[in-house]
């Protein structure tokens, strides 16, 4: 899998590439114009879906692209919108500080949960995000005075322009489009490329020089900044916060979006939070079991769709292509 | 602060700390052995306290009813985890952690809603045994005869445990295939049988803690999602696969968690977390020498 990735990132003229940017334009533009179709419910639906977008492709960078097992990315989603709303809330600093401050603060855990995790490998890695992200979800449980407890912050006051869901819709739009396009550029660096080297064989990665640590604990940090971003998106659409965000099942959640949409795949984990955030909300038209359905899907993907439901499709291309190039 | 506060509280915490080491001895079994990372050992944990509370309930919270449901709860959980090895996770041994994670991960959601649709959503909650009600004293110190019970039952698992692994023919070959399973297969052993084993006793154990703890507890959706991160943290802290690593830890973390109750009460849910973060740092691998 890895393999392929690598050698589609040294041919970068393909068709497929094309076909991709094909795909985004005709998507962005209608996104651009759904809100004059689509009723408000389903306006707020996709500003949510783009929320979620953003977050599982900025744990992507590190789970996909830099082969770390973050259990626990829904952490630094939670400290951004807990930032946005403590400094809405509790102080008298304007907008533009909250929005600027929640990546920051989210980048700044991330770097101190990094910075221990990225000394450990494997599995022990993922445990440490798993400790380390608890105690942060806790500590935001338990500070009454600073988070209100369980109880979370609500009715966030956003300035004017932000009232109405399709001024929502269109900044949360903008802001994926442009966080996608960073992450993109980044995973197509130098640094990206590196990042995958040590993905693939860290030990030989060390041996020619390259800083294996530094490398994962900045691609940690970045995953965290964007995640704060999404954060900052999240008080935007629903206007509160609870620490619910911050524990744990959330964070499955969207390893879960980042599987199911291909972690091999740029676009993958985008994919992934449009299905499952669409499809909770039809299936809970239906029943209050969608943690059931979600499990059930969980399970035939894992079983037989591991590769993504993008990532099984760039296989099957790649597989037609080259048996049509031999031919 | 008097000492008697100090001491029963301390014997709080190590007969919590056995609940946590019956549930992560199971754990540390299953990852040692079948190299899993088992997120639904929590659930399974929530369902052998949920079939207590049935069992226990069907025969009328008599005084039989708490002793036959830890005979029923444990071995039923089992039977449910053998079914889970054999159906699903014998065809995922291969895959990447992160593969066999939501594998495991998916039976938790499933799990979840199952138990809602089979016991509803309200608390549930189970009487003590009249034998094990009440409390003694000890140095000045008040202490429930329900938590001395658990403190003989844990030595009692651990004991059971070391038997098993060190004097039986199937623990050896358990802790072959924990330190090098390809040399077990190269020996002709069938290892596919052995991991059915030990996942099913791990089963055991989880439905064992969770018979265990349903007396003292409000039975609720839910009692999963903690226990499981506690149990992983306790298995990693003790070394991935090391029962009596699990041991240690389980005590380091119920007592901890005991006394954090005791002095800083308000933020006490962070000392597990904090402990498991500290000595995770302090020893990156582990307090005694993991399986893998």
Redesign the interface.
Known sequence: MSANNLKSMKSPKKLSTYLGWAFAVAGVLILLVAPTILTQYYVYLLATVFTTALLASSLNLV?GNGGL?H?HHGVFFGVGAYTVAIVMTKTSWPFAVAILLAPMVASLIALVIGW?CV??R???F???T???G??VW??V??WNALTNGDNGIHAIPVPESLSSINSVYYTTLLVLIISLIILYMITKSPFGITLLATRDNPVRSESIGINVKSHRLIAFVIAGFFAGIAGVLFVLVERSVAPSLL???KS?EI??MC?MGGLTVFMGPTLGAGILVLLSMIVGLYTE?W??V??????I???FL?QGILGYLMESYDKRRSMRGEN | MDFATLASQFFIGLSRGMIFFIVSAGLTLIFGVLRI?NFAHGALYMLGAFIAYSVSTLVGQGPYGFWLALLVAPVTVMLVSLVIERG?LR??YN?D???Q???T??????A???V??LWGTEFKSMDIPAVLRGSFNLWGASLPWYNAFLLIVGPVVALGLWLFLSKTHLGKICRATATDREMVDVLGINSTRVFAMVFALGGWLAGLGGALIAPTTSISMGMD?SIV?YA??IV?IGG?GNVWGALISSIIMGVGEALGILFIP??A??IP??I??VL??VR??GLLKSA?
């Open positions: 789970l097992l259990l221990f000394r450990l494997g599995l022990y993922g445990m440490l798993l400790a380390l608890q105690l806790a500590i449980y338990r524990f744990w099942n499955a390893l879960i599987l079991y943690l059931l979600l499990g059930l899907l969980l399970l993907l894992v079983l591991p | 990372t699903l065809f995922i895959r952690h992160l593969i994670m939501l594998l991960y998916s039976l938790v959601l499933i979840g809603d199952l809602k649709i999602a991160i992983f943290l990693v991935l308000g933020i849910i962070i977390y904090i498991a973060g995770l740092i990156p691998t893998w």
